[in-house]
């Protein structure tokens, strides 16, 4: 029996190493392809998704049930570590490099670039079946890191509307994911 999300993140808090390792293996991933979505740079995707999984194993993290799925609230945090990254990297005066640039010490194997793809079509997939305006506003949020507020200023919309755009965009998305994840088991 699969473990849930809330469960893994509750035997986290209590630090055992076993659900980090669970939840590491579930949503590395995910968050990887994410952050190098967001950052274009590999090292920085890297970092930032090891500096999530270090803030659950460290922190007491304030996930709440009722505000949102636990895939949502990773990814929100994950684009933190993302742009906190980006701006101490700008700070320290340091290129990025390009999004295809492979060093050649950490070359993927074939079959963790076959998963990658896969993963990356679900994802790509997953945001086509959002419509024009939920799309512009996830692009803009998660991929471009402009505030909500930022956001309703250069979309000349309120701000409870992005608000509201983003939250109907993130449980769409999770439902695509899911869809995608449960047809991927059953095969």
Known sequence: ??????????????????????????????????????????TIAEEAVQDVFTKLWTNNLPYKEDKGKFSSWLLTITRNACLDLIRKTKTNNVEFQERDTLQEDNEPTPEEQVEWNEKRQQINSAMQSLNDEQKEIIELFYFKGLSQSKISEACNIPLGTVKGRVRLALNHLNKQMEKTNERGIQS
């Open 1 to 42: 029996m699969r473990i849930d999300d809330i469960q893994l993140f509750r035997r986290i808090q209590e630090k055992d190493e076993e659900a980090l390792e669970q939840l590491y293996d579930r949503y590395e991933k995910l968050l990887y392809s994410f952050s190098l979505r967001m950052t274009s740079n590999e």
